[in-house]
Nanobody, 123 residues
Framework: QVQLVESGGRLVRAGDSLTLSCAAS????????MGWFRQTPGMEREFVGG????????NYAESVKGRFTISRDNTKNMVFLQMNSLRPDDTAVYYC????????????????WGQGTLVTVSS
């Protein structure tokens, strides 16, 4: 069982930077690939990016590539989403999720989810 708690979401202006954090419980954190997703009302949950269990591999949605960076600290059971050059269309609730299999962009493959943290980007 893995419990995930996101934090760091807030109101920012376009062009600002923001880092989201996700704290995970459990002794086997390293065994999970971690993903960040986001969702806006009425829309499906969208893959933002992910990182392998070791941290050696990452992948990103095209919409955030070059602006967002995912990292993890397995000694502290933490995963981070560094967001730069934020745009109003980045506004969403951001979720972190844990996947016991491989790094994936498919939400249905993730076993555990956090409660989400709201990021609002004003123009």
């Amino acid at each position: 069982q893995v419990q995930l708690v996101e934090s760091g979401g807030r109101l920012v202006r376009a062009g600002d930077s923001l880092t989201l954090s996700c704290a995970a419980s459990g002794r086997t954190f390293r065994g999970y690939a971690m993903g960040w997703f986001r969702q806006t009302p009425g829309m499906e949950r969208e893959f933002v990016g992910g990182i392998s269990g070791s941290g050696g591999r990452t992948n990103y949605a095209e919409s955030v590539k070059g602006r967002f960076t995912i990292s993890r600290d397995n000694t502290k059971n933490m995963v981070f989403l560094q967001m730069n050059s934020l745009r109003p269309d980045d506004t969403a609730v951001y979720y972190c999720a844990a996947n016991s299999a491989n790094l994936s962009g498919r939400p249905g493959l993730y076993d555990y989810w956090g409660q989400g943290t709201l990021v609002t980007v004003s123009s």
